[in-house]
């Protein structure tokens, strides 16, 4: 695992992934576009990614995509962790997610990684089976994790 950065070029790749990890995929123009924007950066590998916003000091995930083959072999938290050190040399000094509130393992990465719940939108996520509350997640970048 060797995540490098994202460019413009990897907008089709990043919707593939994306169509793979998630029943409501963005398009590979949606991802043209967000990184044509200077404040999104972002890493990839061969079989995931991360997308980062950056606001005023503080970064938000926009999305983590991970191919299911993939999951649970420790990419999630590669890329997280490149991202946060990433943010963090930007002088970033927190970093914010949502994440669907029925997501164990992506709440049990987020928590493990030092995240902490500052929110709750509800409804969120619109599903075939309904709506889902989204949580909203904070790490500060300027300390460890707990």
């Keep these: 695992m060797n995540p490098r950065p994202v460019d413009a070029r990897d907008a089709p790749a990043l919707a593939a992934l994306h169509a793979s990890a998630f029943a409501a995929p963005w398009p590979a123009s949606a991802f043209a576009d967000l990184l044509a924007q200077s404040e999104v950066f972002g890493l990839v590998d061969e079989d995931g990614f991360i997308l980062i916003r950056i606001a005023g000091g503080e970064a938000e ?7 299911p083959e993939r999951r649970r072999q420790g990419l999630a938290r590669t890329l997280l962790t490149a991202a946060l050190t990433l943010a963090r040399s930007r002088g970033i000094d927190a970093m914010f997610l949502e994440v669907a509130a029925d ?27 309904g ?3 989204a949580l909203v997640l904070r790490r500060e970048l300027n300390s460890p994790p707990a």
């Excluded at 164990?104 to 719940?117: D, H, K, P």
């Design 61 to 67: 995930v926009l999305t983590l995509a991970v191919a």
């Design 103 to 129: 997501n164990q393992a992506a709440l049990g990465l987020y928590r493990g990684a030092g995240f902490e719940q500052v929110g709750r939108r509800r409804g969120y996520y619109a599903g075939p089976a």
């Design 131 to 133: 709506t889902t509350d």
